[in-house]
């Protein structure tokens, strides 16, 4: 009788052969099984796939993973399962810690984080830091939803991992800018479907107000101006993929040629500049906190900002 595989290793790929490799030989030793479902790959990412005696499985062509996850996850043998990217790497350090935690009884699904390589660069701030993803649990313990980005539903207990470097997932994200853009005109037409289905009909403020909130989330309260320019570059290319969402959502609806009330556009001129202003004092205040004059400056802006808010 063949012997059930303790730990499967589950990866959903389309074009993914300069990522494969890498991803495959990080976990070299640690997985039983290797559990690779194709989406009608036209490079040798199959080929890749064949040289770690994986089993190999297809489904048709997703614009998005998680539709094909359920399915990938049902072909997996093993007790414990874990789920890759073709863009991710495990360390070592992660991998003893993993194999210490399939010996405990009171652990269902593992919280682990996530070190994201964006444009070449760690990106600890953003948003993008400890970026905690459930990669590893028990079979049957974790099913995704259909939804772009959703998370998975679970049950059982859980366990989070320390978010420390040596115990993360190593993601190689974007590597340029125009891989960046690729995948926001992707994203945003499967975002934007999901909107108009469920009738969701785009305001003005969601073109101006919606992309700045996005930004100053990001830069300012998620600190992403400690990453640098890359910080900066990252946060606007994401307030432009919100932007490009309800872009395409308006060109669903027939590309509408709406009046837009004067009194509409300057009530969310002004809400985005209010935010932006609430957001860039604090940063201000943080940034030059012992300076006496500049925090003076700060205060009678905030003061400005709330008189003219709603004028």
């Known amino acids: 009788m063949e012997k059930k595989p303790l730990i499967s290793l589950v990866i959903n790929v389309r074009n993914e052969a300069e990522n494969l490799d890498r991803c495959l030989k990080s976990v070299k030793g640690f997985a039983n099984e290797i559990v690779i479902v194709d989406m009608h790959s036209t490079d040798n990412s199959l080929e890749i796939a064949k040289k770690y005696n994986s089993r190999v499985f297809s489904y048709r062509p997703m614009k998005y993973v998680e539709p094909a996850r359920n399915y990938a996850l049902s072909k997996a043998k093993g007790k414990w399962i874990l789920l890759l990217d073709p863009d991710e790497v495990l360390t070592s350090t992660l991998k003893k810690e993993l194999l210490t935690i399939i010996k405990r009884e009171d652990v269902d699904f593992v919280k682990v984080p996530r070190k994201n390589l964006i444009f070449g660069k760690w990106i600890r701030h953003s948003k993008c830091w400890p970026d905690y993803l459930i990669r590893f649990f028990k079979k049957n313990s974790v099913t995704w939803k259909n939804e772009i980005h959703s998370q998975p539903e679970c049950k059982g207990n859980s366990l989070t991992l320390?978010?420390?470097?040596?115990?993360?997932?190593?993601h190689y994200n974007y590597r340029s800018v125009s891989q960046y853009l690729t995948r926001a005109i992707?994203?945003?037409?499967?975002?934007?479907?999901?909107?108009?289905?469920s009738g969701y009909r785009p305001k003005i403020t969601d073109f101006l107000l919606k992309p700045i909130q996005e930004f100053n989330s990001r830069y300012f309260y998620a600190e992403g101006y400690k990453d640098g320019m890359h910080g900066l570059i990252f946060c606007l290319l994401q307030s432009f993929s919100i932007c490009l969402i309800y872009i395409r959502l308006w060109e669903k609806n027939g590309s509408e040629d709406k009046t837009v009330s004067k009194e509409s556009f300057v009530s969310a001129v002004q809400e985005s500049l209010f935010e932006f202003g609430h957001w860039f004092s604090l940063y201000f205040k943080n940034e030059y906190s012992k300076n006496i004059f500049k925090?003076?400056?700060?205060?009678?802006?905030?003061?400005?900002n709330r008189l003219t808010k709603n004028f």
């Open 186 to 197: 992707r994203y945003s037409s499967v975002q934007a479907d999901e909107l108009f289905e």
């Open 295 to 304: 925090n003076l400056l700060i205060k009678i802006r905030q003061i400005l």
């Open 162 to 170: 320390i978010d420390v470097e040596s115990m993360a997932i190593k």
